[in-house]
Structures are given as structure tokens and as C-alpha cells.
């Protein structure tokens, strides 16, 4: 069951907020959010485990709701480099070999 | 920094074709997983890889397709007949862990394969 994304696209200029929102339907052990450029790999941003924690990185945070089975990503004062196609990938599982399902992909897009 | 390295970057093939994309995990990484990707879609998963066999394969993996670990650095994603609809981005990614537990650090991708079948 792939997680659902929102919303689909997002068009800021420099220096606004966003946030990227990713829910499931079924329980889950982690969320990770990469972002991806056009060509490229995914690359990796970061991985919130069960337990609700929050984590940062520069200005992009991130949150996790167990209880609702939501994760949400925070960009703050958006740079142009942001721009992207934001994944969350979600496991349901603890065990290493689990697979991340992704949703489909929020689009964003930073403008001078 | 290590990182997942993937050849070729970019193989054109015909329809019935055999293919073989090949990956170089990250040493010490003991899970191993192959994505791929039709463009503008979502990361699909393929097939997942632990202590030299498969751990778990979507419904995408049929009998076409296999992995295999042919030495300690090498892990290879083979098509035996391609299909025009096996043209995609296909990624492999690796994991640490142990070998008794869990692992908490996420996948980390390759840079990619672009496979056009013609």
C-alpha cells in the first residue's frame, strides 16, 4: 500500500515555507524523505523510526506521527537548490531487508 | 564519502535482448535492493537481497528477472528477455546493518541505469 503525498506540486519563491505531507493507511516502523533531481538519483535527506520524533537538518525538518500514520517534511526560507521532486518511502517493518514503498512524489519548485 | 556505484549509465538494447545492470554496494553494507523507475513515476521496488539470497520481489519480478551476487563487491540485476515496457531508470541501493538485528540507517540509491529497450 503506497503512501499518499501532499500536495502533488508546490511553485515558492526564495526564501518561503513549505510542507510536504505523507500518510499511510497501514501501521508503520519508518519514514525516510529523499529528494530528487531531474536524471538523478534519489539522495537521501533523513529517516524518522518509529517513536514521533522530529529531526532536523540545516533548514529542513522533518516529523512523524505514529499514531496517524503521517510524516510531514518542513523546508524553511526555500533556497533554489530545493528544487525537486520530494519521496517519502515508508517501511512497515524493522527487519533490514524491508522495502521502501514511495509515494508519488511531491514537485517543488523554488523561483528567485 | 562511500557510495553506490552503478554501470553502464545508460544501455540501449532490442526487444528479446538479455541485459545485466551491475552495481557496487557500499562495503560492509549487507542488504541490497534494485528500484526502478518509468519516467516521471514513482521509485518502484524490484527484489530485495540479504546473505545471498532474495529476501523479498514485487509482483514486477517475474521469471525474467534475477540477482545475483556473483562475488564480495559485485551485485547484478539480469533481464533474460527484455520487454519494451522494462524501459526504465533502475537503481540499486545498499543498507548496513547487523546480522542479528534491525537495521536504522536507510537505502542509499546509485546513481542509476537508463535502460531503453528498443
Known amino acids: 500500500q503506497q503512501p499518499v503525498q501532499s500536495p502533488q506540486a508546490v511553485i515558492l519563491r526564495e526564501g518561503e515555507d513549505a510542507v510536504i505531507n505523507c500518510s499511510s493507511s497501514k501501521a508503520l516502523y519508518s519514514v525516510h524523505w529523499y529528494r530528487q533531481k531531474h536524471g538523478e538519483a534519489p539522495v537521501f535527506l533523513m529517516i524518522?523510526?518509529?517513536?514521533?520524533e522530529q529531526k532536523g537538518h540545516e533548514k529542513i525538518s522533518a516529523s512523524f506521527n505514529e499514531k496517524k500514520q503521517q510524516s510531514s517534511l518542513y523546508l524553511t526560507a526555500s533556497q533554489l537548490s530545493y528544487s525537486g521532486t520530494y519521496f517519502c518511502?515508508?517501511?512497515?517493518?524493522?527487519?533490514?531487508?524491508?522495502?521502501?514503498?514511495f509515494g508519488k512524489g511531491t514537485k517543488l519548485t523554488v523561483n528567485p | 564519502e562511500p557510495e553506490v556505484t552503478q554501470t553502464p549509465s545508460h544501455q540501449v538494447t532490442q526487444m528479446g535482448q538479455e541485459v545485466i545492470l551491475r552495481c557496487v554496494p557500499i562495503?560492509?553494507?549487507?542488504?541490497f535492493y534494485w528500484y526502478r523507475q518509468i519516467l516521471g513515476q514513482k521509485v518502484e521496488f524490484l527484489v530485495s537481497f540479504y546473505n545471498n539470497e532474495i529476501s523479498e520481489k514485487s509482483e514486477i519480478f517475474d521469471d525474467q528477472f534475477s540477482v545475483e551476487r556473483p562475488d564480495g563487491s559485485n551485485f547484478t540485476l539480469k533481464i533474460r528477455s527484455t520487454k519494451l515496457e522494462d524501459s526504465a531508470m533502475y537503481f540499486c541501493a545498499s543498507r548496513g546493518g547487523s546480522f542479528w538485528g534491525a537495521s536504522t540507517d536507510t537505502q542509499y540509491f546509485g546513481p542509476g541505469t537508463r535502460l531503453t529497450v528498443l
Open positions: 524518522l523510526l518509529k517513536g514521533g
Open positions: 518511502g515508508t517501511e512497515k517493518g524493522e527487519g533490514g531487508s524491508e522495502k521502501l514503498v
Open positions: 562495503s560492509n553494507h549487507l542488504y
